[in-house]
């Protein structure tokens, strides 16, 4: 991201949520196989999902089950 990087935009939207009025759905899609950061988007409560690139059509079903 040319401004901020996921993170510092999860940072953002934690700061804003109060201000928007609809339900955002958050999901992470990431390079990033760093256990890490796994474990700080599984702690976010405003991300619901977090998968490695590339992603498969089997990746969205099993997250769509997940929620």
Known sequence: ????????????????????????????????IAIEDRERAKNNPNILGYTCKPISLEDLKKSQQLN
């Open 1 to 32: 991201m040319p401004v901020l990087d996921g993170w510092g935009f999860m940072d953002e939207i934690a700061h804003l949520k109060e201000q928007i009025n609809s339900k955002l759905n958050i999901y992470i899609s990431s390079s990033s």
